[in-house]
């Protein structure tokens, strides 16, 4: 079925291909006569369904389209339990239609299963490949087979060869099963221990009812040890499964030896770890232990300690010990979370600088797993110290680390900073260099944007020289995507059966499937492409923009304002220019807003009953209306662009008069309430600057949407408007020079 990929005439740009393929490919049978109802008699009318395909598959009995038609069929009886006729469809089609042969292969084992054929089920399922996201279904499927036809020296051999299979618990427990029923019971009591070790609630009582059959039997390999049971709790204790230690295990009436002492440490750290200060008196009891003089008993203990004052909120006490231990026991296993406590501790005490000293006491340790997050802490407090030399040595260090983050925005507010410091210290060069750089790799991030603007707000301080030159050291290479791994992606092309065939929950789930495993462009843009296909516009955006967003990926700059326009439309345009004149709020704005609040999404509703474009509550919109003499009935009004655009824009003029046509303070307002905006003005350090005032709001969910709204306000101000200019230098159309 590869002949639907023909050549087409190239286009400058292999995102408006692939664009283009998609949208000039059309369903086999479009030039035929089946009838166009046939994609509603699907999902309503399916009686109707059969009938006008079966005349379909009649009339043209060798026309390609058969092989969609008869695959829906037979989901279509598939769904419908009718294995019969399903097994029939599918089996017509079995090797020839190649994109979806895992989904045919699957559905078919389903069916011999449903209909006791169990043989014919065990050979569908083999066939189907590793590459699959049927894959280990189908194993689970072929092990239960075997195991019910008890052909257990199979299994054994399998799970031997396919040993990586046994981490998943559920094989394990088969796998054990069948070394039982083989009566090779030591080792199947160590495949028990594994996954006792490792499982809880249902599964461990079974684990641990079939070892104390073993047991009883003589088998004494099958007890638990004390040893055993002191690693699971530490298991569960690396995991922070606290809740299941505290009801799974008791602490010791009597200390006998080393072992169960720390398994009772560990049962107390799971207690303390949750504040849970109930059992903080035993710690008394192992305090005897010390009389042996094991320092690792010894160090536990003061730990513990340590711990109890801590959630006592005895803090003078607690400190004392804290800073004996990191100081006696060096490299010991818990003193990143005891330099985590003193960090705590000296926030509640307000005590600063104690702070900062164990910090970087702390950050000198590179083995601690924290360092991105305390790096992160200690270059913005001495950014806003005004110690500039010391927040850039903290960034530069953190930067090493910031390809471990998930969140792109972490690195990029981090160069923001590094700028930001160098302006002050005066290092105009290397702020010039840096801010081209930001904005060649990420010209639509909001900290590229503010980058831009301490070169905009400060022109005394730099010259079109230093720019030009900025701009010309910066690698522009092109790159271009290689479109025959488009053609011939069997991935790709089984998603784009999916859709065609309009089976979108599943090719949803292969969308996401593939993303997971995309390593190239096109891959990427493919996943990105089909989300668009299937609705899924945040999905869709959220591709593109962790991994296309560099100039250089594009030939021309008209190729990168074309592609990001589609991604930032002017929707409901004439709605929003008319609101825009009528209430002097600018149109980039609203914009912004409405595309961070509903994705454009006219019939969006959150869960806190915000609707439509702009997300309005009823009361904030019925109160907007009294004021523009606007007559509001239901809910179901502000569903209406015409509606809800207007009352919307005049809210965020409301907004933005109050805050001084202020539009961080009106974005956080939109988000956090103008209530909490006050307060946060209120209390915020003397002459702060408002890009430093939104990064210390206390409310993260309206921290990022001003990182996301005013982030969008700029996009579309440089997508329409060109705003990235400098000494009569347009910085984006430069690099395409």
């Not at 919109?621 to 015409?642: C, F, H, V, W």
Request: net charge positive; charged share 25%; aromatic share 18%.
């Amino acid at each position: 079925m590869f002949f639907i990929f023909i050549i087409f005439s190239l286009v400058s740009n292999p995102i408006d291909e692939i664009t283009s393929i998609l949208k000039d490919i059309k369903p086999y049978y479009s030039n035929l006569t089946l009838p166009k109802s046939i994609e509603t008699d699907f999902k309503e009318n399916q009686n109707q369904f059969f009938t006008i395909t079966s005349q379909f598959l009649d009339k043209y009995p060798l026309n390609p389209t058969n092989y969609r038609i008869i695959f829906l069929r037979g989901y279509l009886y598939h769904q419908k339990k009718d294995f019969q006729n399903s097994i029939i469809e599918f089996k017509k089609i079995l090797g020839v239609y190649t994109e979806l042969q895992d989904y045919i292969l699957f559905y078919l084992g389903e069916g011999y299963e449903s209909t006791g054929e169990i043989l014919k089920a065990y050979q569908a399922y083999a066939l189907i490949t590793e590459s699959s996201n049927f894959f280990g279904r189908a194993i689970k499927r072929k092990i239960d087979i075997l195991f019910s036809l008890k052909r257990f020296e199979e299994i054994r051999i399998f799970f031997n060869r396919e040993s990586q299979l046994l981490e998943d618990l559920s094989f394990s427990m088969i796998y054990a099963k069948t070394l039982i029923e083989l009566k090779q019971e030591d080792e199947a009591i160590l495949q028990l221990k594994k996954i006792w070790f490792q499982s809880q609630n249902e599964v461990k009582l079974e684990v641990e009812g079939i070892l104390k059959k073993f047991e009883q039997n003589g088998k004494q390999i099958a007890k638990i040890s004390a040893l055993e049971s002191y690693n699971r709790c530490e298991y569960l204790l690396q995991k922070g499964d606290y809740f299941t230690i505290k009801n799974s295990f008791k602490v010791s009436q009597i200390v006998s030896n080393i072992t169960s002492a720390r398994t009772d440490i560990c049962i107390l750290k799971a207690f303390l770890y949750t504040g849970d200060l109930s059992k903080s008196y035993q710690i008394d009891k192992l305090k005897k232990i010390k009389e042996k003089k094991n320092k690792v008993i010894s160090y536990y203990i003061l730990y513990l300690d340590s711990l109890k004052y801590f959630y006592e909120k005895k803090y003078d006490e607690a400190e004392k010990k804290f800073l004996q231990l990191i100081e006696e026991y060096k490299l010991y296993p818990d003193n990143e979370r005891i330099y985590e406590y003193l960090i705590d501790l000296y926030d509640k005490k307000g005590e600063f600088e104690k702070k900062y000293t164990i910090l970087d006491q702390y950050l000198k340790e590179s083995y601690f797993s924290k360092r991105g997050y305390y790096l992160n802490n200690a270059y913005w407090y001495h950014y806003k110290n005004k110690k500039y030399k010391k927040a850039i040595s903290f960034i530069d260090e953190y930067l090493k680390l910031s390809d471990e983050s998930d969140d792109l925005r972490d690195g990029m507010r981090a160069r923001y900073y590094r700028i930001k410091s160098n302006f002050f210290l005066k290092n105009y060069q290397l702020v010039v260099e840096e801010t081209i750089e930001l904005i060649s790799e990420d010209p639509l991030n909001y900290y590229s944007y503010l980058s831009y603007l301490i070169l905009k707000d400060n022109p005394k301080e730099f010259s079109k020289e230093l720019l030009l030159k900025s701009i010309k050291a910066v690698n522009k290479t092109r790159k271009s995507a290689d479109l025959t791994l488009f053609y011939g992606n069997s991935k790709i092309l089984k998603i784009y059966e999916l859709i065609k065939l309009q089976l979108f929950d599943l090719g949803k789930a292969e969308t996401f499937n593939f993303l997971k495993v995309a390593k190239t462009d096109i891959e990427y843009l493919s996943s990105a492409l089909f989300f668009e296909e299937l609705n899924l516009y945040r999905s869709s955006r959220n591709v593109y923009f962790r991994e296309l967003r560099k100039l250089s990926f594009f030939k021309s700059y008209k190729d990168f304002i074309t592609f990001w326009q589609s991604f930032y439309p002017k929707k409901y345009n004439n709605d929003v220019t008319n609101a825009s004149k009528k209430y002097n709020v600018p149109t980039s704005f609203i914009w912004g807003i409405m595309r961070e609040e509903s994705a454009y999404n006219p019939f969006a509703k959150s869960v806190s009953d915000a609707y439509g474009l702009m997300q309005l509550l009823y009361s904030t919109a019925q109160e907007t209306a009294d004021r523009i003499n606007m007559r509001l009935g239901s809910y179901n009004d502000l569903y209406k662009p015409e509606i809800n655009i207007p009352l919307g824009t005049k809210y965020l003029s409301v907004l933005l008069n109050m805050f001084s046509n202020n539009f961080y303070y009106t974005a956080a307002s939109y988000n956090g309430g103008a209530t909490n905006v006050k307060r946060w003005i209120s209390s915020a350090p003397e002459n702060q600057d408002i890009y430093d005032f939104s990064e210390d709001i206390p409310f993260e969910e309206t921290n990022r949407y001003i990182y996301k709204v005013i982030g969008s306000y700029h996009t579309y101000q440089l997508l329409y408007e060109n705003s990235f200019k400098l000494y009569g230098v347009d910085i984006i159309k430069e690099f395409f020079e």
